[in-house]
């Protein structure tokens, strides 16, 4: 009638890192946008999309700068 239904929509897949420093839980975010932004000529592997996300994932966590904690009282 109207033609096929659409196909599920593309998702990015996510990547997340969660630690703590100084006493702060820190979670940092990322993801492959790349599954979206390149459509059908994106044609990594799982476990090449999971090092991607873990390379970038380091990357930020070795960019960060953290202050010392304050002296105790």
């Not at 997340?16 to 592997?45: A, D, H």
């Given at each position: 009638?109207?033609?096929?239904?659409?196909?599920?929509?593309?998702?990015?897949?996510?990547?997340?890192?969660?630690?703590?420093?100084?006493?702060?839980?820190?979670?940092?975010?990322?993801?492959?946008?790349?599954?979206?932004?390149?459509?059908?000529?994106?044609?990594?592997?799982?476990?090449?999309?999971?090092?991607?996300?873990?390379?970038?994932?380091?990357?930020?966590?070795?960019?960060?700068?953290?202050?010392k904690p304050p002296a105790a009282k």
């Amino acid at each position: 009638m109207f033609g096929a239904a659409p196909a599920a929509p593309p998702v990015a897949k996510r990547g997340n890192v969660v630690f703590v420093k100084n006493g702060f839980t820190i979670v940092i975010s990322t993801e492959l946008s790349e599954r979206i932004t390149e459509g059908s000529q994106y044609k990594k592997t799982p476990e090449e999309e999971n090092q991607i996300l873990r390379n970038r994932l380091v990357e930020v966590v070795k960019k960060m700068q953290f202050s010392k904690p304050p002296a105790a009282k």
